[in-house]
């Protein structure tokens, strides 16, 4: 599965943001797609993760009610629309492949299969 994040940007706080994640390849093992982050000298955060199949969502506590994500199965992309921007979510984003079957399982790094190269969101004050 090869992964193609774009969206990234420079944007003021309050604004919005749209990533796009695009999967390629031999997608049928994958279950979900997730958005991961990480910022200067912080460890990788859950941002969300989507069910392909289903539809079902999970968001990390900090974008809940900011972050939308949502997946377009006839394009293989899921996107990642971000609203209410605020300097603390400037990172760059990752978009990731998984193939677990469980909501609670699509919180952690570790359950993600293939990686896209990030996307740089940078949000000033």
């Known amino acids: 599965v090869q992964l193609q994040a774009s969206g990234g940007g420079l944007v003021q706080a309050g604004g919005s943001v749209r990533l796009s994640c695009a999967a390629s390849?031999?997608?049928?093992?994958?279950?979900?797609a997730g958005w991961f982050r990480q910022a200067p000298g912080k460890e990788r955060e859950f941002v969300a993760a989507i069910f392909w199949s289903s539809g079902s969502t999970a968001y990390g506590d900090s974008v809940k009610g900011r972050f939308t994500i949502s997946r377009d199965n006839a394009k293989n992309t899921a996107y990642l629309q971000m609203n209410s921007l605020k300097p603390e979510d400037t990172a760059v984003y990752y978009c990731?492949?998984?193939?677990?079957?469980?909501?609670?399982?699509?919180?952690?790094?570790?359950?993600?299969?293939?990686w896209g190269r990030g996307t740089q969101v940078t949000v000033s004050s």
């Open positions: 390849g031999s997608t049928s093992g994958s279950y979900a």
């Open positions: 990731a492949s998984s193939s677990v079957r469980y909501v609670s399982a699509s919180r952690t790094a570790s359950a993600y299969d293939y």
